[in-house]
């Protein structure tokens, strides 16, 4: 007895969707159609692409829902709409997408396609940290730093940058640099405030190369350097002050 073949599941749906995005995308890239005025060849391939997508993002596909939730912050392909982001980011979320719960905490952090809600924003923040993600922590540490959302705790904001910190994240190691100059919530240690600044503008964080410069024209926890304080502050000159701490 003949059976008919099987419908693609959804991880087949969202690879064959993310090849026909690519195309699209390369489309885009090559200068050939632009996101907002695709070409019509284009807008098929898009279309077909976000419509199996929804399908398998409706069927409870988180990586489909995420990649949904993407297509809707950014305006990728359709009218940009925050609610549908945070509404997509959500389910994707409450399966444990990690990626979608710091999404989704931002969202609610800048009050974007939902009402601003600091505490909600460091729930989803605590949710992405605890599954490791250094950018969940570093975020969760500035929400103890300030109080937002959560009790103020600058202990907690310390253990939460380290996490990140050692996950090579160049803003936390920043930010921890500055706990340990300024005594909070960890002892001060200028040499500690140094090695953590000194990797974080490795990384190319600007805010610590400053830092750095003037640590080196002072002799303050360093040896006294004109040299590697002009260095520094090439760097930081070259990357426009733009990575700073949060």
């Not at 159609?33 to 419509?51: G, K, M, V």
């Not at 990649?67 to 979320?93: C, P």
């Not at 705790?153 to 300024?182: P, T, Y």
């Not at 990384?203 to 830092?211: E, H, L, S, V």
Request: hydrophobic share 40%; with cysteine.
């Amino acid at each position: 007895m003949c059976r008919s073949p099987l419908p693609p599941g959804p991880e087949k749906v969202v690879e064959e969707t993310t090849r026909r995005y690519v195309a699209v995308a390369q489309r885009v890239a090559r200068g050939e159609s632009t996101w907002s005025a695709l070409s019509p060849a284009a807008r098929r391939e898009f279309d077909h692409a976000f419509t199996a997508m929804r399908t398998a993002a409706e069927q409870g596909f988180m990586m489909a829902q995420m990649n949904l939730a993407i297509f809707f912050e950014s305006g990728t392909g359709v009218v940009q709409n925050y609610e549908e982001a945070a509404r997509w980011y959500e389910k994707a979320a409450d399966q444990g997408y990690v990626d979608a719960q710091f999404n989704l905490g931002l969202m609610f952090e800048q009050g974007r396609g939902v009402t601003k809600n600091p505490a909600i924003a460091a729930r989803w923040f605590e949710m992405a940290a605890e599954q490791g993600d250094a950018d969940a922590q570093n975020n969760l540490g500035s929400c103890f730093e300030h109080g937002r959302g959560v009790v103020q705790s600058d202990v907690e904001a310390a253990r939460m940058w380290r996490k990140a910190a050692d996950q090579g994240h160049a803003m936390a190691q920043c930010n921890l640099g500055i706990m340990f100059e300024d005594g909070r919530g960890v002892e001060s240690s200028a040499e500690e405030a140094v090695r953590w600044y000194k990797m974080s503008a490795d990384n190319g964080n600007a805010k610590a190369q400053i830092f750095l410069v003037f640590r080196y024209e002072a002799g303050n926890g360093v040896p006294q350097s004109n040299e590697k304080a002009v260095r520094y502050f090439t760097k930081a000159a070259r990357r426009g002050h733009r990575h700073y701490c949060a």
